[in-house]
């Protein structure tokens, strides 16, 4: 597998969306998604055909929103997810920013927390990536 901070195209971003049922979305959506983006790691298969990818919407200073972890279904159990989201909090961190929060899908929790990602008390909703302070 390939990992790069090289952002998909618009078309393959949509492409990921529409094979996991994320949603069925206009491309122009998927366009300013990305140039919405701070961080984008994306992960292609030996063929160069995109497989999965994390991406994080940011102020460059204090906070890093996980915006988005999609693994295709055949790709899904071999580490790729974890291996984004490692990515991204340390590029987060290595650009001065150790904030990265995340809100986790029904039943994913527990992946994040693998990752070193806590939850927050039921007052204050998502999870945060333990800071390193």
Known sequence: MDYSFSAPTAMEFKTLYDETGWGDWAL????????????????????????????????GALHAFVTEMIVTEEARGGGIGGQVLARLVDEARRRGVDDVQLFAARGRAEFYERHGF?????????MDVASVR
Do not use: H, Q, Y
């Open 118 to 126: 806590e939850r927050r008390s039921e007052s204050g909703p998502g």
């Open 28 to 59: 122009d959506r998927f366009e300013r998604a990305l140039s919405g983006s701070w961080i984008v790691c994306t992960v292609r298969d030996d063929a160069g055909r995109l497989v999965g990818m994390g991406r994080l919407i940011s102020d």
